[in-house]
């Protein structure tokens, strides 16, 4: 049974007031500020009658506009109620962090490395935010700041003689 939209706003906005509710194909999408992030989360898993138990993922969405460069979204899930919902806070070029839902959901641990290693969002009290796939030394070779390729400001050809890349044999013939 898909989730009460009338029911999941109700809660959110008594701990978020600004928040705004978007649905498109009966999903819902909830963009809270990132200060009432912990306090949504947790009562979103703890309500008797919501009980997202579930952290499925977090990503983040690089606008590369003026207003919000960022945009992190959780997806979760009840598994009593089978039913989805997500939950987006947006973040500025200055202020790229937000605090971490690892108290909430363990489970954030690894997505939270993964979106910081990717697009580079620090999670402010993050029991290990480390790189996930790519090497810790993957800096930009001019800067030396760390650089991170899902961001649209990384160059589309990639940082040149920054890794190594396998043979091709396909296209340079067998390798001797």
């Known amino acids: 049974m898909p989730e009460n939209k009338d029911n999941l706003t109700a809660?959110?906005?008594?701990?978020?007031?600004?928040?705004?509710l978007v649905e498109h194909n009966g999903q819902l999408s909830f963009t809270i500020n990132a200060e009432h992030l912990i306090d949504v989360c947790n009562e979103l898993k703890n309500n008797v009658s919501t009980k997202f138990?579930?952290?499925?993922?977090?990503?983040?969405?690089?606008?590369?506009?003026?207003?919000?460069?960022?945009?992190?979204?959780?997806?979760?899930?009840s598994n009593e109620n089978k039913s989805r919902v997500r939950l987006k806070i947006q973040l500025n070029e200055?202020?790229?962090?937000?605090?971490?839902?690892?108290?909430v959901w363990e489970s954030a641990n690894w997505y939270e490395r993964e979106t910081f290693d990717m697009?580079?969002?620090?999670?402010?009290?993050?029991?290990?935010?480390?790189?996930?796939?790519?090497?810790?030394?993957?800096?930009?070779?001019?800067?030396?700041?760390?650089?991170?390729?899902?961001?649209?400001?990384?160059?589309?050809?990639?940082?040149?003689?920054?890794?190594?890349?396998?043979?091709?044999?396909?296209?340079y013939g067998e390798i001797k």
Not at 11 to 20: L, N, R, V
Not at 125 to 131: A, F, I, T, V, Y
Not at 139 to 155: C, M, N, Q, V
Not at 158 to 164: C, F, H, K, V
Request: with cysteine.
């Open 11 to 20: 809660i959110i906005s008594k701990i978020a007031p600004e928040m705004q």
């Open 53 to 77: 138990d579930m952290l499925l993922d977090v990503t983040a969405i690089d606008y590369l506009s003026e207003k919000h460069l960022m945009e992190v979204v959780y997806f979760l899930y």
């Open 94 to 103: 200055k202020e790229l962090s937000c605090q971490t839902v690892t108290s």
């Open 119 to 171: 697009y580079g969002v620090n999670f402010i009290g993050h029991p290990d935010l480390r790189r996930f796939y790519m090497p810790d030394d993957f800096t930009d070779p001019i800067s030396g700041e760390a650089i991170h390729p899902l961001r649209k400001d990384f160059p589309l050809a990639g940082i040149s003689d920054s890794l190594p890349l396998p043979p091709y044999p396909e296209k």
